[in-house]
């Protein structure tokens, strides 16, 4: 094996495209690691670790990139052991903490050098945290934790909350669980008040369940809770982990307290991943019954039904027609009937019962979901399901409003992977018997197919606008005169069609349909693309020409939804709600259901009219459909207050606004909308006085939403001094809880030191500097200097040098 990388490594022969065959070898060892099991790896690892040795013998080298995406692997593996022998192959140049002054002497250089200056740091006197902090992380990167620790228990002192972060980090990857919460305790004692973030807490608690100590794992969670620690939607997720590492043993109990702990303490929000785990434990004991009741139970209590499609499979598989029966009553009294059939159609896909699944999808008023379609294809294709997708294709073929080209574009995305140029021929066939006009991406993906394998395309290939541009020149050119081309055939002419309209060429392809008359059998599914195209580009009078074209032409004919709902957003558009209202409740009494979009569209004309009652019959529909969900949670009410305000009745839309905001259902509610309109049409009374509403629901409510919607608005017009005055370190912070998930947490802690320094709190600002220090926040020299000037006017020493920036600079820089 060490011979074949070698060859690979140096031998250009097996390199293709610009890639480098070192590129080839480094692809080479990332895939043997992602090709094998966790149980693979545990077994073969002395044979692994003795390979990456005698490749670093060889002076074999990889990029960092590649080692980082081996690293991740080993570590969901939980053997980052093998990570220290895999990091020696990394090309020094490319390894953290080797730059340009320490290339030559590499990592142990730089390292040795850290201690010297910390060496130095401690016979002076001086502060040393920051050193120490660089000599833990970089002995992390070098997976030395044992020099690490021993750091730290020779320099226990210069022990900041971010470098005791950095190793509780690093010992819940080695599952250290003793060593992490010993380091814990320590950084507690130091002062109580220091927080870890969101993913450290999660770590110990991964750590602590892999170890079978549950009770401590949820004293964690409840420790996050009172602290108050904000977990943003990414470490909600990786709440996931632990729960499945238990699930995976099958202890479901554990599980069940685990994941009722999070939910009752809020610490994140139900979601199908998170309630998975539950069912999984059942699973894998294979308690079907248990892992049913647990479902039911997650849709009952959190609205989430997880892992419902493996448990269908399972009672398939299994013949249990009562526990069956109970879950298919159950999906269709929660999810509705349509949603029913369709889980029950792709379990007996999954099972190769496809005659059954035929019987299934053949059921009279079941309409095609395109996003279930998709989800199950794309399953078929990921797990080389060849049979099944076919036969769902093949089945599909009289689904109402089933997209056809899509359907085969699937099978033809599989004949590309196998490079089959047979059956993608055979799936051409059936798309002219079947009378599909193939989208352009589908036309250049057969002919990509059939080019590769030498096969003549039966068809024009569309070209794509790089290719257009590079033959417009030729197109210029003046030829000879030649006989006259054939005559189109009925297939050309829905290409053509087809292409136009993609191109936004709507108008050229109306005078095509026209020229060929009512002579020629095009398709329903070609006039509803053309009038799709012009609804697109506004041009409603022509596109109703071309509907009375193909009434007349195609009998039954009927627009798509798709079609339907363009004709609502032109309506819309052009200020013909009564329209748009009629071809909504014609296309509602057809059981056809709008878009988001459309219905938007109408509502907002609605709000611009001040047409209230007619807003209030739209939302009355929607929820008539349970379309409510799908929608803004504010479309009809910012709309119904700016109708309010059109109709001059300022004082309704206010106190719809604050008896909304003041409710305790009220969650997330943004009114920027509203705000945005306001500015665009200058009505500064308005402004005045929602913007002494917000005031007011902040101070008398702590209700921040507005203010902040407030807020950014005034931002995206460059108001900037009245955003400013808006400011103070309340609002700052009511920010930052509204807005958890934003990137420059930088921004907002330097304008939160700024207020200290003009309120003269020392010690808030204190506090701030080591939360930033802790969770890794740069400080710039402006808010140092700030907290200087603190320091030294309350008299206490500076534990970090004072940089040379002056204040003066500060205020004119922000």
Not at 513 to 539: H, K
């Amino acid at each position: 094996m060490v011979k074949i990388t070698d060859l690979l490594y140096r031998d250009t022969r097996f390199t293709r495209g610009n890639f480098q065959p070192t590129d080839t070898a480094s692809f080479l060892l990332y895939n043997l690691v992602d090709s094998m099991t966790e149980a693979e790896v545990h077994a073969h690892e002395t044979n692994l670790r003795e390979y990456f040795n005698k490749l670093s013998d060889q002076n074999i080298i990889i990029s960092f990139n590649i080692y980082r995406g081996m690293r991740n692997l080993l570590d969901s593996y939980h053997i980052p052991e093998l990570i220290k022998d895999v990091i020696k192959l990394v090309d020094p140049k490319e390894q953290p903490y080797s730059t340009s002054a320490t290339a030559n002497t590499g990592n142990g250089g730089k390292l040795e050098m850290l201690k010297l200056r910390l060496a130095e740091l401690k016979t002076e006197n001086k502060p040393a945290g920051v050193v120490l902090k660089q000599i833990i992380l970089a002995l992390c990167t070098k997976e030395d934790l044992k020099q690490a620790l021993d750091m730290k228990q020779q320099y226990e002192e210069e022990m900041t909350p971010g470098t005791y972060a950095i190793l509780i980090n690093f010992c819940c990857r080695y599952d250290n669980v003793e060593e992490a919460l010993s380091l814990k305790r320590e950084m507690s004692r130091r002062d109580s008040s220091l927080v870890l973030d969101a993913s450290k807490y999660i770590a110990l608690m991964k750590v602590l369940t892999k170890s079978g100590r549950v009770e401590e794992a949820m004293a964690i969670l409840k420790e996050m809770k009172e602290k108050d620690l904000v977990i943003s939607e990414a470490n909600a997720n990786l709440l996931f982990h632990p729960l499945n590492n238990l699930a995976a043993k099958g202890n479901a109990g554990a599980v069940r307290q685990l994941q009722d702990t999070i939910f009752t303490l809020g610490l994140a929000k139900p979601t199908a991943n998170l309630c998975s785990p539950l069912v999984t434990a059942y699973l894998h004991s294979n308690d079907l019954s248990a892992a049913l009741e647990a479902a039911m139970e997650c849709q009952k209590r959190y609205g989430q039904l997880p892992r419902i499609h493996d448990i269908i499979v399972s009672l398939v598989e299994t013949g249990d027609t009562e526990l069956l029966q109970k879950a298919m009553d159950f999906v269709s009294q929660e999810r509705g009937e349509m949603t029913m059939l369709y889980d029950l159609y792709f379990a007996f896909m999954q099972t190769n019962r496809f005659r059954e699944a035929r019987k299934i999808i053949e059921t009279p008023g079941l309409r095609a979901k395109p996003g279930r379609l998709q989800w199950y294809a794309e399953k078929c294709i990921a797990g080389n399901q060849i049979e099944s997708l076919e036969q769902m294709v093949e089945m599909t073929a009289k689904l109402f409003e089933c997209d056809r080209d899509e359907m085969y574009s699937y099978i033809l995305r599989n004949c590309k992977a196998t490079n089959d140029w047979k059956k993608a021929e055979a799936v051409w066939t059936k798309m002219q018997e079947e009378n599909v006009v193939p989208r352009e991406r589908t036309l250049r993906l057969l002919a990509d197919i059939l080019k590769t394998n030498g096969q003549e395309v039966p068809f024009e290939v569309p070209k794509t606008w790089y290719e257009q541009a590079a033959s417009t020149v030729q197109d210029k050119t003046p030829r000879p005169a030649t006989t006259a081309p054939p005559a189109p055939t009925v297939s050309d002419l829905q290409v053509r069609l087809l292409a136009l309209c993609k191109k936004g060429k709507a108008k050229e392809a109306m005078d095509i349909l026209v020229q060929a008359g009512q002579d020629v059998e095009l398709g329903a599914a070609v006039y509803d693309q053309v009038i799709r195209a012009l609804l697109a580009t506004g041009s409603l009078e022509d596109a109703m020409s071309v509907k009375h074209m193909a009434d007349s032409c195609t009998p039954g004919f009927e627009l798509s939804d798709l079609a339907i709902n363009l004709l609502i957003i032109t309506y819309s558009r052009r200020g013909q709600t009564k329209e748009a209202h009629e071809t909504l409740n014609a296309m509602l009494q057809a059981d056809h259901v709008p878009s988001k979009l459309s219905i938007t569209r109408l509502v907002q004309e609605h709000g611009k009219q001040g047409d209230v009652v007619a807003i209030q019959e739209v939302e009355t529909l929607t929820k008539a459909l349970d379309l409510a969900p799908q929608l803004s949670s504010m479309l009809f009410v910012n709309n119904t207050v700016l109708a309010h305000i059109k109709n001059g009745d300022l004082a309704t839309a206010i106190e719809l606004l604050e008896g909304m905001y003041t409710s305790p259902e009220c969650t997330h509610s943004s009114m920027a909308f509203v705000f945005r309109k306001m500015y665009e049409q200058n009505n500064e009374q308005a402004i005045d006085k929602l913007a002494a509403m917000a005031e007011r629901l902040a101070n008398h409510f702590a209700c921040y939403r507005p203010a902040t919607d407030l807020f950014f608005q005034l931002l995206e017009m460059d108001k900037l001094e009245d955003a400013k005055f808006m400011l103070d370190v309340g609002k700052i912070k009511a920010l930052q809880r509204l807005v958890p998930d934003y990137t420059e947490k930088e921004v907002h802690y330097n304008y939160l030191m700024k207020c200290y320094g003009v309120d003269k709190d020392l010690s808030s600002a204190k506090a701030l500097y080591d939360q930033m220090m802790a969770e890794g926040v740069s400080v710039n020299e402006l808010s140092l200097k700030r907290l200087a000037v603190m320091y030294r006017n309350a008299g206490e020493a500076l534990p970090f040098p004072e940089p040379p920036v002056s204040l003066m600079d500060a205020r004119t820089h922000t």
